[in-house]
């Protein structure tokens, strides 16, 4: 019975050590085959003049992204405006004085929820809100989308990193007279800055590709980002999806696979640096 038992854990073990490498092997192709795909296609419309020339109508020969490079810019950082601080501190609030509260219990839910929330819902519910009060569609509010699909995020984030600070550092800053607010603010988030600074490039990093809110938002414009208040904006999400699927002009789609790129560099930017931050964190532990 001992020995069938052993035979038996065993076996499980390989199982389960097989199925881990099987779906790491299957992730790590379908990544390498997407950066593969991409490279391939767009590396070749890629230069000075397509990343410095303002998009133009279909049809129109040497079109180019700058126009909704600048747009993606500006509306991230204005989603990173709006989310951001706001985020911070519900997340401080949640860990330094929300924990074991019923309302603080019903804000991570709620804010679980919205983690998993669909993008297009969220950029349905500001077209409503915003774009039609308004009268139309405009940059901030494509903003407005991204940050609400931010601010779960780094509320989030910004509460597990303050909980993985040891208590006595809370309690040492308490016992040499500092407030619990000036204790979170400047000894607690202190030493969580490196975990709220991935927090804040993961949440950027879910937003910069993201096309359905923007659709119902910010829309499409052939312009530079002038009206980022008033009017619609250019950006490469929606870029890559107008010029791949709606576009019937061959260089257009290159110039799709071109922005798709950009996108992606971008993306992967953001992404290695978090890993590096998170890195340096650890081995400062």
């Given at each position: 019975?001992?020995?069938?038992?052993?035979?038996?854990?065993?076996?499980?073990?390989?199982?389960?050590?097989?199925?881990?490498?099987?779906?790491?092997?299957?992730?790590?192709?379908?990544?390498?085959?997407?950066?593969?795909?991409?490279?391939?296609?767009?590396?070749?419309?890629?230069?000075?003049?397509?990343?410095?020339?303002c998009s133009k109508p279909y049809g129109a020969m040497n079109s180019g992204i700058a126009n909704a490079l600048l747009g993606t810019l500006a509306i991230t950082f204005g989603a990173a405006l709006l989310g951001i601080p706001p985020a911070i501190l519900g997340g401080i609030w949640l860990a330094e004085f929300g924990k074991g509260t019923k309302l603080g219990d019903t804000i991570r839910f709620s804010a679980n929820v919205m983690m998993g929330m669909p993008s297009v819902v969220v950029g349905l519910f500001v077209y409503a809100v915003l774009v039609v009060p308004c009268g139309g569609f405009s940059g901030f509010a494509g903003s407005v989308a991204l940050a609400i699909l931010m601010f779960p995020v780094v509320m989030r984030t910004t509460e597990d990193m303050l909980l993985m600070v040891p208590d006595a550092l809370r309690e040492s800053a308490l016992a040499l007279g500092a407030s619990r607010a000036r204790a979170s603010l400047q000894i607690i988030c202190r030493s969580a800055r490196s975990g709220l600074i991935t927090g804040i490039l993961l949440a950027v990093a879910r937003v910069s590709g993201e096309t359905a809110p923007l659709l119902f938002t910010a829309l499409w414009s052939d312009s530079?980002?002038?009206?980022?208040?008033?009017?619609?904006?250019?950006?490469?999400?929606?870029?890559?999806?107008?010029?791949?699927?709606?576009?019937?002009?061959?260089?257009?789609?290159?110039?799709?696979?071109?922005?798709?790129?950009?996108?992606?560099?971008?993306?992967?930017?953001?992404?290695?640096?978090?890993?590096?931050?998170?890195?340096?964190?650890?081995?400062?532990?």
């Open positions: 019975m001992k020995r069938r038992g052993l035979f038996r854990r065993k076996l499980l073990d390989r199982v389960v050590r097989a199925l881990s490498v099987l779906a790491l092997t299957v992730a790590v192709a379908a990544m390498v085959w997407i950066l593969y795909t991409v490279i391939r296609r767009g590396v070749a419309v890629i230069s000075w003049d397509f990343l410095t020339e530079w980002p002038k009206n980022y208040f008033e009017g619609p904006t250019a950006n490469l999400p929606v870029l890559i999806t107008e010029y791949s699927t709606n576009s019937p002009f061959d260089e257009q789609h290159a110039a799709g696979w071109g922005a798709a790129l950009v996108v992606t560099a971008m993306v992967l930017w953001l992404n290695i640096a978090t890993r590096i931050i998170f890195k340096e964190k650890h081995h400062e532990r």
